[in-house]
């Protein structure tokens, strides 16, 4: 396997770690970002292989500058990984106005900021792999997670699109739907943000299902470090796929959203299909 230099958000603890860890463990460069570099330096320890980087994703110009400096220490970026997000939890109507805009500030805009930042440099080198860690529910709606899903469904539009532009230039795209996997994304005040509003009719609800998010954390069955392993097999592909499936719980989940899908075109394919102007 020959060595690429990463790009990594996210990396100062959770999955990013793991993921981070994988390719340095294979030998690949890795360029490791988060708000505080020190943090990913604590995380992953010193390494003639890593680079920590500062990086705001929500700042436009701060993903420039980082990506510049990847390309200084590294010569290039050959994988980006869009890791780094949070998820906002609560029923619609108890999630506020300006806690919907931070979930897609951060897990959507951040995304493309980075990626809008990096695709230049991939475009010059007429090769590169774009990897963003979406969500189960990027694919298939949950409870209490209409904010989250929402910003994970608009990566998984994003990148199926983007696919088309970049895939002339010799860029791949691969679209990562994790289940879940022990990371810190449940740890409340880290990554999980309950509802600031509150409406008697989900009083109840709320409670209820806050408890139950707060009794999965640590507990989850996903290996984050197999994933890991399995992205940095992923990215030595000729062909990397340009969706990965990661995890049981979550292969489970999308088979049955594709039969569904399949089940409701068909409940009204001849109503559906008399919408042309010619049928009468």
């Known amino acids: 396997m020959s060595s690429n230099v990463w790009f990594i958000t996210g990396a100062a603890r959770g999955m990013g770690v793991d993921l981070a860890t994988a390719a340095l463990s294979a030998g690949h460069r890795v360029v490791a970002t988060a708000r505080d570099a020190?943090?990913?330096?604590?995380?992953?320890?010193?390494?003639?292989?890593?680079?920590?980087?500062?990086?705001?994703?929500?700042?436009?110009?701060?993903?420039?500058?980082?990506?510049?400096?990847?390309?200084?220490?590294?010569?290039?970026i050959d994988v980006l990984v869009n890791n780094a997000g949070n998820f906002y939890a609560g029923y619609f109507e108890e999630i506020s106005d300006q806690q919907i805009r931070k979930q897609m500030e951060t897990n959507f805009f951040g995304p493309l900021n980075v990626t809008r930042a990096i695709l230049p440099i991939m475009r010059t080198q007429r090769?590169?792999?774009?990897?963003?860690?979406?969500?189960?529910?990027?694919?298939?709606?949950?409870?209490?997670?209409?904010?989250?899903?929402?910003?994970?469904?608009?990566?998984?539009?994003?990148?199926?699109?983007?696919?088309?532009?970049?895939?002339?230039?010799?860029?791949?795209?691969?679209?990562?739907?994790?289940?879940?996997?022990?990371?810190?994304?449940?740890?409340?005040?880290?990554?999980?943000?309950?509802?600031e509003l509150?409406?008697?009719?989900?009083?109840?609800?709320?409670?209820?299902?806050?408890?139950?998010?707060k009794s999965m954390n640590g507990k989850q069955g996903g290996d984050p470090a197999k994933l890991g392993a399995a992205l940095v097999t992923i990215s030595a592909l000729d062909t990397p796929p340009l969706r990965f499936v990661a995890g049981a719980d979550v292969v489970d989940g999308v088979e049955h959203k594709a039969h569904l899908l399949l089940s409701q075109v068909k409940a009204h394919r001849e109503l559906s299909s008399l919408m042309n102007i010619d049928n009468d």
């Open 127 to 195: 090769a590169g792999h774009v990897i963003t860690i979406t969500s189960a529910a990027g694919i298939i709606g949950q409870e209490f997670c209409a904010a989250y899903a929402a910003s994970k469904f608009a990566l998984e539009g994003w990148m199926e699109s983007l696919q088309y532009d970049v895939a002339p230039y010799g860029i791949h795209t691969t679209i990562v739907e994790p289940g879940f996997f022990r990371t810190e994304l449940l740890v409340e005040g880290a990554s999980s943000i309950w509802p």
């Open 38 to 76: 020190a943090k990913v330096t604590t995380a992953l320890g010193e390494h003639d292989n890593l680079l920590a980087l500062s990086l705001d994703i929500t700042d436009p110009a701060a993903s420039i500058i980082a990506a510049e400096a990847a390309t200084e220490r590294f010569g290039s």
């Open 198 to 213: 509150s409406i008697p009719d989900y009083a109840d609800r709320t409670e209820k299902t806050i408890t139950a998010w």
